[in-house]
């Protein structure tokens, strides 16, 4: 789950960076063509036409207008008028590429539970080198528009997930995430890597993570982490919303105790 | 959504082969050996080694290992020791594969009350050619395991949420999933045409289909479309149980509510 060393070149645009950089092809191969053309697309968009997706991988477009063929007839793009969008098949494929299926299995009635109960949005996340991934979100009716999505990154470090996770990970992953720089992402995210070590051995304590408008501003969220039979985190899950209306320590025992029994379930 | 038809060749299994065969490769361009080796994973797969992903494949070892290089430079594989695995960015992409993603967004809340009002299991699927592709699914506390799985396929014919979807569209989808012949999947799946047509004219009318044991023997469904403002369907949610203890007629309005609200939400 964690590959810190990840080849991040073409890393595909999570959450944090609203207007991430094209993806540039080095890598001249086909196979490194196609999957040029497979990570241009971004959350939001819906159909890209031949020039931009030219514009966004560098390639020319009677590379694109080939390649495309080739991903359309399988099922990895699909048609609209002139422009292309992802298929449906890479949900399908994507969906197998969960290796925590069962993480995601066991934890969903959990998470409803923990919505329903609180009203607020439910978070599961894993680490993925310095950021976290969400595997699920279930927005609560009385939560903000959060800026996580399912399938969305962001840096670890400025999240509840992030924090109840590293808190719970061996020391050099700590190192690694502080090693690449902390990121401002609102104007109260925690970039000194002392106050963070700090507040890490304070989580590592009780159980839980707090985040305080650290990943967006109004709002705020408590987290808790998954852990293995060795005590090291394999994901986490929080329950975040707006920051004058959620009472952070008042939720933190439903969330923990969720934590401990999805723990507890999954070995 | 509908790409009837798409080539189904390299089509990925789905939950109702069990067994599925493995993914031939007939056409020799780089895209198709790349879409070959993404589908060459089933559910339940983790790590799968050279020599699978060959026999699987039909590829040789040598172009297995080149091409993979490649999608793993490029984090659509990941290595695990020398076996090979779906790399997390094949999630994230696969997330922005949903077109609908508003669709999923929207009834995420919606079908989370109705699996706290039902204690059973909640589906959103879409169609995709003959077969419905479940874009969402949240477990029951009270309900059987089910077949069905985020990202998975089951023959349209033979599920509540594909009746639903059937009676709903133009005549020519239903002339097209006939046509394609009318697999058994349980000992109760609809065969006949006529019946089909039956049924779906009665769909058509009430607005909730039943599914009773057609997908899986000891398991009741109940279905209602999600229209757009011509009245066609464009995706459909469903409740589904045990056989003896779920009572569909007893849960029909609660489940043509929500589609509704879900309908005119989206308009």
Redesign the interface.
């Known amino acids: 789950?964690r590959?810190a060393e990840?080849?991040t070149k073409?890393?595909?645009s999570g959450t944090a960076s609203p207007e991430p950089p094209g993806v540039t092809v080095a890598?001249p191969?086909?196979?490194?063509r196609?999957?040029?053309l497979?990570?241009a697309?971004?959350?939001g968009?819906?159909a890209l036409g031949v020039s931009e997706l030219a514009r966004r991988t560098g390639l020319p477009k009677t590379s694109v207008h080939r390649?495309s063929r080739?991903?359309v007839?399988?099922?990895?793009l699909?048609r609209d008028g002139s422009a292309l969008?992802?298929?449906?098949?890479?949900?399908?494929?994507?969906?197998?590429?969960?290796?925590q299926?069962g993480l995601v299995?066991t934890a969903?009635?959990l998470l409803?539970d923990l919505?329903?109960a609180t009203h607020n949005t439910v978070h599961l996340a894993?680490l993925?080198g310095t950021e976290v991934?969400y595997?699920d979100v279930?927005?609560?009716?009385d939560a903000p528009r959060l800026p996580s999505?399912?399938?969305?990154?962001f840096p670890a470090h400025a999240t509840g997930v992030g924090k109840a996770i590293l808190a719970f990970s061996p020391e050099d992953f700590v190192d690694t995430v502080i090693g690449a720089g902390l990121p401002r992402v609102s104007r109260r995210t925690i970039t000194s890597p002392a106050l963070l070590r700090r507040q890490l051995a304070k989580v590592a304590d009780e159980g839980t993570a707090y985040e305080r408008e650290e990943s967006s501003i109004g709002t705020v969220c408590v987290a808790s982490p998954i852990v293995d039979a060795d005590g090291h985190a394999v994901a986490a899950i929080s329950v975040a919303g707006w920051v004058n209306r959620m009472r952070t320590e008042r939720l933190a025992p439903a969330v923990r105790t969720a934590a401990l029994a999805l723990s507890r379930t999954l070995r």
Chains 1, 2 share one sequence.
């Open positions: 789950m590959t990840r080849n073409t890393r595909l890598d191969s086909t196979a490194a196609l999957t040029a497979l990570a697309f971004r959350p968009d819906d390649l080739h991903l007839d399988h099922g990895l699909e969008r992802l298929g449906l098949k890479l949900f399908e494929i994507g969906q197998l590429a969960v290796r299926r299995d969903r009635p409803a919505r329903e894993v993925e991934v595997l279930l927005r609560g009716p999505r399912i399938g969305g990154r």
